[in-house]
C-alpha cells in the first residue's frame, strides 16, 4: 500500500510517518529530505550555501517558498516525476505541497489513500505560496491536536483499517 501524508507545516506529517515504520516496517523518508542534496545545490544560485545536506534540510522551514520552487521546478514538467522516484524506494510519500502534483499523482493512481494531518489548534496553516494542498483534497483528514501517544493509537489503528481493507476509499 502507498501512502500520501500531507498538511501543513509543524502539523506532525513526519510523526505520523514514523509512527507507521516503526509498527508496520513501512519506509518513508521526506520528500525534503529525499531531494534535500538536489535543494542543496539549488539553492546556490540564490546565494544560500550550506556545509552539507543536513544542515540544508534543517534550515529547510527558513526558505520553504524557495524549497517549493525547487521542487516545483524538478517535477516541470512531469508532474508525477517526484512522486515516481519517492515511491520507488519508500511506501510513504510525506510532504507534498503543490496542489497540480498532488492532482497528477492522484490520476497516475500513483498512492492509495491520501491522509491530511491535522494541528490547527496548536499551529497555524501556512500560506498558499508553499502549500496549495488543502484537507478536503485528501481521502482522510487525521486529528493531531491532542497528544504523541493519541496520534500514534490514531495512526495505528487507521493503517491496521486500511491495510485489512475494511475500509476502502472511493476512487472517482
Not at 518513508?28 to 539549488?42: D, G, I, K
Not at 490520476?107 to 490547527?120: G, N
Request: with cysteine; proline share 3%; charged share 25%.
Amino acid at each position: 500500500m502507498k501512502l500520501l501524508i500531507t498538511g501543513y507545516g509543524k502539523h506532525g506529517k513526519d510523526t505520523a510517518c514514523d509512527i507507521l515504520q516503526q509498527n508496520f516496517g513501512l519506509r518513508f523518508t521526506s520528500s525534503s529530505l529525499f531531494r534535500a542534496e538536489h535543494v542543496r545545490q539549488s539553492l546556490l544560485a540564490y546565494g544560500v550555501q550550506y556545509p552539507t545536506t543536513l544542515a540544508c534540510y534543517a534550515d529547510r522551514r527558513n526558505h520553504r517558498k524557495k524549497w517549493h520552487d525547487i521542487l516545483l521546478a524538478y517535477n516541470t514538467p512531469d508532474k508525477t516525476t517526484l512522486a515516481r522516484h519517492l515511491f520507488g524506494r519508500h511506501d510513504i510519500y510525506g510532504g507534498m505541497r503543490n496542489r497540480e502534483e498532488f492532482l497528477a499523482v492522484k490520476q497516475a493512481k500513483l498512492f492509495d489513500v491520501a491522509i491530511w494531518i491535522d494541528r490547527s489548534e496548536h499551529v497555524g496553516p501556512e500560506g498558499a505560496d508553499s502549500m496549495q494542498i488543502k484537507p478536503t483534497d485528501c481521502d482522510l483528514v487525521i486529528d493531531n491536536n491532542s497528544t504523541l501517544d493519541v496520534l500514534a493509537v490514531t495512526m495505528v489503528d487507521v493503517y491496521r483499517l486500511l491495510a485489512s481493507k475494511r475500509l476502502q476509499i472511493p476512487r472517482e
